[in-house]
């Protein structure tokens, strides 16, 4: 244990060290060029190094992935679209990406909604009170996925009739005289995944609302003032003023979840590990490359799942560029 933590700093200490290295040896010989070209070259220079990392650690795996995706999982042969007529043809892998969708759906829009709402709230009181209650609401930010899991655990917790609950779900419902219920194990398979999406939600609820609040405080004070001369509601100045000039980062914010969600792995394994119909892409290519060992079929998960992110990337970028445009 302790030398495997050793090699892991080790390694990273090289890497560091080879990094500047790199960049030294670089900027030295900038430094011998001409003055024309030194300007011409330095930029390029120092994006070398991260560009290769780029390419080595990120572009290369991609591709080869790609690759893999038209092989058998021994890697030795061309099957063509054989892993993903099987993938499409397997009911488990449709109720996956019917799982999938469900988490598109409802995550980055009740994400964005509470951020919103908390927002608006916290910037209407007074300088302290907004601390706290913006420290207590981003709070979770600071939990891993896996630790929000195990916190949520006890939540949903139930135990065999005649013990004690230990759930602190079920002992509300008991308070108000229900009948406990085995969470995350509910015969509605939608339930149990919807149960999961409530635990994302609160994880990133305190980043949404960090983010909107910062693109309310900068709307011009100037076009509030205005709307509230010409008679304009509490309501009415948040919606037809504010809410257009935040619409930026709303939307910004939006996609970086809608990215996170499509990817999401740690919930599903630490809760329910795929059971009760929760599973989606993430977990689905883990079972079936760390697992199974069906190496094809896992490269073609992750390729669909590459193909419906790629789209959302470039509205992000579209969307970050035009938000800086209007700055």
Do not use: H
């Not at 021994?74 to 063509?80: I, K, T």
């Not at 988490?103 to 964005?112: E, G, N, R, S």
């Not at 951020?115 to 891993?144: D, H, Q, Y």
């Not at 630490?270 to 490359?289: H, I, N, P, R, W």
């Amino acid at each position: 244990m302790i030398t495997d933590i050793l090699f892991g700093l080790g390694s990273i200490i090289v890497g560091i060290g080879a990094s500047y290295g790199l960049y030294w040896c670089l900027d030295q010989l900038v430094n011998r060029l001409p003055e024309k070209l030194q300007k011409a070259l330095r930029a390029w220079a120092f994006l070398l190094p991260a560009a290769t990392l780029l390419i080595l650690i990120l572009l290369i795996p991609l591709i080869l992935t790609f690759v893999y995706s038209f092989m058998n999982d021994a890697q030795n042969r061309f099957v063509g679209f054989d892993n993903f007529v099987e993938l499409f043809t397997d009911p488990a892998f449709v109720d996956v990406l019917i799982n999938n969708f469900l988490w598109i759906a409802f995550v980055p829009a009740f994400t964005v909604a509470s951020g919103l709402l908390f927002a608006s709230l916290t910037n209407n009181v007074g300088p302290t009170r907004e601390k706290i209650f913006k420290s207590l609401i981003f709070m979770p930010m600071a939990i891993s996925f896996v630790s929000a899991a195990t916190i949520w655990r006890f939540m949903y917790a139930s135990v065999p009739p005649g013990r004690e609950e230990v759930g602190l779900l079920n002992a509300i419902v008991q308070a108000f005289g229900g009948q406990p219920q085995a969470w995350l194990q509910m015969t509605d398979a939608r339930v149990n995944s919807m149960l999961l999406m409530i635990i994302i939600v609160w994880l990133q609820t305190g980043f949404s609302m960090v983010l909107i609040s910062a693109a309310i405080k900068a709307v011009p004070e100037e076009t509030i003032e205005a709307a509230r001369v010409d008679g304009a509601s509490s309501i009415q100045l948040f919606w037809r003023i504010v809410f257009p000039q935040i619409w930026g980062t709303v939307m910004s914010v939006f996609i970086t979840v809608l990215i996170m969600v499509m990817k999401i792995f740690d919930i599903v394994l630490a809760m329910t590990g795929g059971q009760f119909q929760t599973s989606v892409l993430g977990y689905m290519f883990y079972q079936e490359f760390f697992l199974n060992g069906n190496t094809g079929k896992a490269s073609a998960i992750v390729a669909v799942l590459t193909l419906l992110i790629i789209p959302l990337m470039i509205v992000q970028v579209v969307t970050f560029r035009r938000q800086e445009a209007m700055r």
